[in-house]
C-alpha cells in the first residue's frame, strides 16, 4: 500500500445515496478526460508523462545534477507557482523542511523569484557572498516579473563574480523548447536548457525538468519517484469509484462542497509536508477557482496549528471539511525518555515512539472534529520518498482534472491570474496604449 483513502470519518456526512447520485457526473468527467474531448484538453501531457517521459532529456538532468553538484555550494533556483512549488515540496518531502541545515552531501538549495521582496533578495545576496553558486532559471512564459527580477540580478552576480564563460556553465534554464526571451538568451549565451513541454502547465509540470533538476540536484532518486507516478497511473486507471480512490476523492469533494462546505483543509502532522500542501493549494485552487465557483483549499500543519487554528475548525463556521495525511511510517524512531521525578506527568508515555504519539494525535483529532462537524477525508501514506513523491502527485493531479470536470470547469487555464499583472504593468508606467488606458482608470481610484 502506498496510499489509500479511509473514508471512516465520512460517516454521517456522506451516504451511498450521495455516491450514487454523482456517479453519472463521475461518468461524465471519466470520458472528457479519456478521451480528450473535455475544456483544456491541450494539456493533458501531465497524464502520459510518468511513462513517456523523454528518456534523453531525463538522463541529461541526472547528469547536470551531478555537474552542479560539484561546481556548487549553493544552488538557486528561479520560480514561481507551479514553476517553484513542485520542486520545493519534492526536496522537503523527500528529505525535510531543514534540508539546508543538516549535513550533507549535495549544495544548500535556496529558492528565489517567488516573490518580490526586496528583503528576501538581498538576504540570499549575502547567504550567496564567498560561496559558488549555480542557478536554474525556470519560467515556461519567460517573461514572469518575479522570476526575470530574480534572474537579472543573480546573473549580473555571476558574470561579476566568474566571468562570462564561467557562468554560462553554471546557469541552467528551464524553458519553452523553442520560443522565449529566455530560450533565445540561452541559445545566445551557450546555458544548458530543458524542456517545460507543451502540453503541461506550470501547476502539473512537477514530474518534468521544471521539477526535476532541482530535485535531482538535492540527492533525490528521479528515476524512482517518475516509477511512483507510474504506478499511481496504473493503480488509478478503472472508471469505477470503488476501485479508484482518486475519482472517489474527487466526488467526495464536490459532494462535500453541494452540501455548504466550501472550505477544504489539508492537513498533515509532518512539517516535511508543509510546502506538498502549499503545491496542492496551488493546484485546486488555480484548477477550480473559476466561473465563481470552486472549494478553498488551504492547509495546516498539526499538532502545530492545533494551538492556532483547532479553536476554528472545531467550532467555528461549519464552512469545511479536512483532507488528512496520514503518514503510517516515519522516517525516524525517537522513544520518549523516562524521567523518573515525572514533572510533567508524561511517564504513562515513556519508551514509547513519538511517531506513535503523533498519530494518535491525528486519531484523537479526527474524532473531535468530525464530532464538531467537519468531515474529513483521511489520505493514509505508507513513507516518505521519492516514489511516494512520485504517487501522490499523480494521485493529487488526477483527481484534480476530475473534480475540476465535476464540478464544470476548466481545469487547465488560470485566466484570472493576469489581472493583477495588468494592473501592476500599467502602475509602473510600462508603455502601451492599454498600459496607459488602464492606468487612467486606475488613478480615478487610488
Ligand atoms: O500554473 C501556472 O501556470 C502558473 O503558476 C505558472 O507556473 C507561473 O505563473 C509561472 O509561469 P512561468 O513558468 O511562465 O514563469
Known amino acids: 500500500m502506498t496510499l489509500k483513502l479511509n473514508d471512516k470519518y465520512l460517516k454521517g456526512f456522506v451516504s451511498e445515496a450521495d455516491y450514487n447520485d454523482i ?27 510518468p511513462d513517456n517521459y523523454d528518456r534523453v532529456e531525463v538522463e541529461r538532468i541526472i547528469k547536470a545534477a551531478e555537474r552542479i ?48 521582496s526586496a528583503s528576501s533578495l538581498a538576504e540570499l545576496l549575502k547567504i550567496c557572498e564567498g560561496k559558488d553558486i549555480c542557478i536554474n532559471v525556470i519560467s515556461k512564459s519567460g517573461t514572469t516579473t518575479e522570476p526575470a527580477i530574480a534572474f537579472r540580478i543573480f546573473r549580473k552576480l555571476l558574470e561579476e563574480k566568474y566571468g562570462k564563460e564561467e557562468s554560462a556553465r553554471r546557469i541552467f534554464v528551464t524553458t519553452d523548447r523553442a520560443k522565449g526571451k529566455l530560450k533565445e538568451l540561452s541559445d545566445k549565451n551557450g546555458y544548458e536548457t530543458f524542456v517545460v513541454p507543451d502540453d503541461v502547465g506550470g501547476r502539473f509540470s512537477v514530474l518534468t525538468p521544471v521539477g526535476l533538476l532541482p530535485i535531482a540536484v538535492a540527492g533525490i532518486d528521479i528515476l ?112 520518549i525518555p523516562d524521567d523518573p521525578l515525572n514533572l510533567d506527568g508524561l511517564n504513562f508515555i515513556s519508551g514509547k515512539d513519538i511517531h506513535y504519539v503523533n498519530r494518535t494525535a491525528f486519531t484523537a483529532t479526527a474524532m473531535a472534529h468530525t464530532d464538531g462537524g467537519v468531515p474529513n477525508i483521511v489520505l493514509e501514506l505508507e513513507k516518505r520518498g521519492a516514489y511516494e513523491f512520485g504517487y501522490l502527485v499523480y494521485f493529487f493531479e488526477l483527481a484534480c482534472a476530475i473534480s475540476g470536470y465535476i464540478l464544470g470547469v476548466n481545469p487547465f487555464n488560470q485566466p484570472g491570474v493576469e489581472e493583477y499583472k495588468k494592473n501592476m504593468f500599467a502602475l509602473l508606467g510600462k508603455p502601451g496604449e492599454d498600459n496607459e488606458k488602464r492606468r487612467a482608470e486606475l488613478a480615478k481610484k487610488l
Open 23 to 49: 456517479a453519472p457526473k463521475l461518468a461524465e468527467a471519466h470520458a472528457l478526460l479519456s478521451s480528450r474531448s473535455g475544456q483544456g484538453s491541450d494539456f493533458l501531457g501531465w497524464t502520459e508523462l
Open 69 to 116: 553538484k560539484k561546481m556548487c555550494d549553493v544552488f538557486i533556483t528561479i520560480g514561481i507557482g507551479g514553476s517553484y512549488l513542485g520542486a520545493r515540496a519534492a526536496v522537503e518531502f523527500c528529505t525535510s523542511a531543514r534540508y539546508n541545515a543538516l549535513p550533507k552531501d549535495t549544495p544548500d538549495i535556496y529558492f528565489s523569484g517567488n516573490d518580490i
Open 224 to 335: 524512482d519517484m517518475l516509477k511512483g507516478a507510474s504506478d499511481a497511473k496504473a493503480a488509478y486507471s478503472s472508471e469505477k469509484m470503488s476501485e479508484n480512490d482518486a475519482y472517489k476523492y474527487a466526488c467526495i469533494r464536490n459532494i462535500l462542497l453541494s452540501k455548504g462546505k466550501s472550505v477544504e483543509i489539508l492537513a498533515t502532522y509532518e512539517s516535511s509536508l508543509a510546502m506538498t500542501a502549499e503545491w496542492w493549494k496551488q493546484l485546486y485552487g488555480e484548477s477550480e477557482g473559476k466561473d465563481n465557483k470552486g472549494i478553498y483549499p488551504s492547509s495546516v500543519t498539526f499538532t502545530t496549528d492545533l494551538h492556532s487554528l483547532g479553536q476554528f475548525i472545531q467550532q467555528g463556521s461549519r464552512i469545511m471539511f479536512e483532507t488528512v495525511i496520514d503518514l503510517v511510517n516515519a522516517s525516524d524512531k525517537t522513544l
